[in-house]
């Protein structure tokens, strides 16, 4: 079956930097769009940014300039790189496969940035 695990969250301060990770099984990663969401109590879920198996990528405009996302095909793993972060950014970060069987979530993972 699909599992898409991430990693890498956690707290920081404002104006620091982490990197989340997300391995993925159980599809032909290298053929699929991978994409990270992130989402607030209350709120829906939201587009962080998405890389094509071509490598075209697109941001929200909240991220640009600060997040960078980049896949490892050897690796089934798909990277969110964010620098700068601000105390909104605040959320769980979940991760995507968006495939020809449909759209696969992982498990998501907090990050937290104080200011």
């Known amino acids: 079956q699909v599992q898409l695990v991430e990693s890498g969250g956690g707290l920081v301060q404002a104006g620091g930097s982490l990197r989340l990770s997300c391995a993925a099984s159980?599809?032909?990663?290298?053929?699929?769009?991978m994409g990270w969401y992130r989402q607030v109590p209350g709120k829906q879920r939201e587009l962080v940014a998405r890389i094509t198996s071509s490598g075209s990528t697109n941001y929200a405009d909240s991220v640009k300039g600060r997040f960078t996302i980049s896949r490892d095909n050897g690796k089934n793993t798909v990277y969110l790189q964010m620098n700068n972060l601000k105390p909104e950014d605040t959320a769980v970060y979940y991760c995507?496969?968006?495939?020809?069987?449909?759209?696969?979530w992982g498990q998501g993972t907090q990050v937290t940035v104080s200011s």
């Open positions: 995507n496969a968006f495939t020809l069987s449909g759209m696969f």
């Open positions: 159980g599809i032909i990663f290298s053929r699929n769009t």
